[in-house]
């Protein structure tokens, strides 16, 4: 539908595929109707100019009008911002205007997909826009921060420069607000376009269902081998996961940022979900703050738009120390409890090794809701590993009797057959099993429909 606010004309050269939102308006930005991997967004895009525009009001009006008339036609959002703040010759004005978009954005949240693209600079009132993004692609020689350089150092006396302050790598690493990193513009857009294939156009419509090529009940033998003999040994989860997603298709978000969870999107059975997994090579699989805010950021995304949830559980519990408990541990590791507790999507859950203390419940236990939860078979679910409890339980006791007890309590409380006898696992499985079971999981879920109750919104600990 086009709406009286935002004439849809088609601009110069374009053809008719590629209209454009207010084309008239003056300034460094163009908002565009089209089609991006043969998906229909809306388009608004800075100039390619070096250096980098200042945001004017009227580039505001622009981007508002894009934003608006992406979520009247309910299609994706696609912003890619090159600027260098807002103009400071016309005072008020582009900060208002900023606002302004930043508002309707945040109407677009849970609506419409929205992604951002990063390709030159992102300063001031533009970078805080990409908090708003469900996924921020950032090319290599982009740079982003709320304050510059000189800033910093009047406020602080510390002389950095913007490579330093807010490269894509910085933004990537050590703030997580790159998902991905590209060489160039181009390589950006064929991101989204790739990233799209998992979304729908907008939360109310069922996410799009691909060509099943790689069929739902193969068998992974692979998976016997990959787990190391010591149960405290390292493997590459993503060996995992990529063993049980559909062939080629997982997608990780974030890689660089909190490297002991693994965020990525992919599908099962032609079906878009994501999948969540503790990173046993990363901190060992600890989750600690970081992993949390990231865990939970993708999980709404994916609840928000029906994207079906995968756990891999293999963490000994939440990373120990002052440093983290003072950082507000408490309200960040619930922000993940948050997130899993009122996803209403199809959640399956599979234990691979450990799963120890209240990281145990918040990677998506079945007290926490989730519809399917698996184990292998030699997967240890407790409050925590033979060892710990022995520390704790038979301090002072002699070797002996440590080791007697350590045998005693990993065969009575440890094994995943006494949480299945319990409830609080569905099935116990052979790895190589585990495609076949997560798959017809998952198709079994398909018409899951799950209500919240009807109030404005819960109090997420932020």
Same mark, same amino acid.
């Given at each position: 539908?086009?709406?009286?606010?935002?004439?849809?004309?088609?601009?110069?050269?374009?053809?008719?595929?590629?209209?454009?939102?207010?084309?008239?308006?003056?300034?460094?930005?163009?908002?565009?109707?089209?089609?991006?991997?043969?998906?229909?967004?809306?388009?608004?895009?800075?100039?390619?100019?070096?250096?980098?525009?200042?945001?004017?009001?009227?580039?505001?009006?622009?981007?508002?009008?894009?934003?608006?008339?992406?979520?009247?036609?309910?299609?994706?959002?696609?912003?890619?911002?090159?600027?260098?703040?807002?103009?400071?010759?016309?005072?008020?004005?582009?900060?208002?205007?900023?606002?302004?978009?930043?508002?309707?954005?945040?109407?677009?949240?849970?609506?419409?997909?929205?992604?951002?693209?990063?390709?030159?600079?992102?300063?001031?009132?533009?970078?805080?826009?990409?908090?708003?993004?469900?996924?921020?692609?950032?090319?290599?020689?982009?740079?982003?921060?709320?304050?510059?350089?000189?800033?910093?150092?009047?406020?602080?006396?510390?002389?950095?420069?913007?490579?330093?302050?807010?490269?894509?790598?910085?933004?990537?690493?050590?703030?997580?607000?790159? %998902?991905? =990193?590209? @060489?160039? *513009?181009? +390589?950006?857009? &064929?991101?989204?376009?790739? #990233?799209?294939?998992?979304?729908? $156009?907008? %939360?109310? =419509?069922? @996410?799009? *269902?691909? +060509?099943?090529? &790689?069929?739902?009940?193969? #068998?992974?033998?692979?998976?016997? $081998?990959?787990?190391?003999?010591?149960?405290?040994?390292?493997?590459?989860?993503?060996?995992?996961?990529?063993?049980?997603?559909?062939?080629?298709?997982?997608?990780?978000?974030?890689?660089?940022?909190?490297?002991?969870?693994?965020?990525?999107?992919?599908?099962?059975?032609?079906?878009?979900?994501?999948?969540?997994?503790?990173?046993?090579?990363?901190?060992?699989?600890?989750?600690?703050?970081?992993?949390?805010?990231?865990?939970?950021?993708?999980?709404?995304?994916?609840?928000?738009?029906?994207?079906?949830?995968?756990?891999?559980?293999?963490?000994?519990?939440?990373?120990?120390?002052?440093?983290?408990?003072?950082?507000?541990?408490?309200?960040?590791?619930?922000?993940?409890?948050?997130?899993?507790?009122?996803?209403?999507?199809?959640?399956?859950?599979?234990?691979?090794?450990?799963?120890?203390?209240?990281?145990?419940?918040?990677?998506?236990?079945?007290?926490?809701?989730?519809?399917?939860?698996?184990?292998?078979?030699?997967?240890?679910?407790?409050?925590?590993?033979?060892?710990?409890?022995?520390?704790?339980?038979?301090?002072?006791?002699?070797?002996?009797?440590?080791?007697?007890?350590?045998?005693?309590?990993?065969?009575?409380?440890?094994?995943?057959?006494?949480?299945?006898?319990?409830?609080?696992?569905?099935?116990?499985?052979?790895?190589?099993?585990?495609?076949?079971?997560?798959?017809?999981?998952?198709?079994?879920?398909?018409?899951?429909?799950?209500?919240?109750?009807?109030?404005?919104?819960?109090?997420?600990?932020?």
């Amino acid at each position: 539908m086009s709406i009286s606010a935002d004439p849809i004309v088609p601009t110069s050269g374009g053809g008719t595929d590629r209209l454009s939102v207010l084309a008239r308006v003056p300034g460094n930005v163009r908002a565009d109707v089209c089609a991006i991997a043969g998906r229909k967004v809306v388009l608004v895009e800075f100039d390619e100019s070096d250096p980098a525009p200042p945001l004017t009001s009227e580039m505001t009006t622009v981007m508002g009008a894009g934003v608006t008339h992406a979520i009247n036609e309910a299609i994706p959002f696609v912003l890619i911002v090159n600027s260098a703040g807002a103009d400071v010759r016309e005072g008020i004005a582009p900060l208002a205007g900023w606002g302004a978009v930043a508002a309707h954005m945040t109407r677009a949240s849970g609506l419409i997909p929205i992604f951002a693209i990063v390709d030159g600079p992102a300063v001031s009132g533009p970078a805080l826009l990409l908090g708003l993004a469900d996924v921020v692609v950032m090319t290599e020689d982009a740079y982003a921060f709320v304050n510059g350089p000189m800033m910093v150092e009047q406020f602080t006396g510390v002389a950095i420069d913007k490579a330093e302050l807010g490269s894509a790598a910085m933004m990537s690493s050590h703030a997580g607000v790159g %998902a991905v =990193v590209v @060489p160039r *513009r181009r +390589d950006a857009v &064929d991101a989204v376009g790739e #990233l799209l294939a998992y979304f729908p $156009d907008s %939360a109310s =419509v069922a @996410p799009p *269902r691909h +060509d099943r090529h &790689d069929p739902a009940d193969r #068998l992974c033998p692979e998976l016997a $081998d990959v787990l190391p003999e010591s149960s405290s040994g390292g493997y590459d989860v993503r060996r995992v996961a990529e063993s049980i997603v559909d062939d080629g298709s997982l997608y990780e978000v974030r890689s660089g940022w909190a490297t002991n969870v693994v965020t990525a999107f992919a599908t099962i059975d032609g079906r878009p979900i994501g999948v969540i997994a503790n990173q046993p090579i990363a901190l060992a699989g600890t989750l600690d703050i970081l992993a949390s805010q990231k865990a939970a950021r993708f999980v709404n995304t994916c609840d928000a738009f029906g994207l079906g949830l995968l756990t891999l559980v293999d963490t000994p519990g939440f990373y120990p120390g002052k440093d983290l408990e003072w950082r507000g541990m408490i309200r960040h590791g619930a922000q993940l409890v948050y997130a899993y507790g009122q996803a209403t999507v199809p959640r399956v859950c599979v234990v691979l090794r450990k799963s120890y203390g209240g990281a145990y419940i918040v990677m998506d236990s079945k007290t926490m809701g989730n519809d399917v939860c698996l184990a292998w078979p030699w997967s240890e679910l407790a409050v925590m590993g033979a060892g710990q409890a022995a520390a704790i339980l038979r301090r002072g006791a002699d070797p002996d009797e440590t080791a007697a007890f350590i045998e005693d309590y990993s065969e009575r409380l440890l094994n995943p057959y006494v949480a299945a006898e319990r409830g609080f696992v569905d099935d116990v499985i052979e790895p190589h099993e585990t495609r076949q079971r997560v798959a017809a999981a998952f198709e079994m879920l398909a018409t899951k429909r799950e209500a919240l109750p009807r109030r404005r919104h819960g109090n997420s600990p932020l």
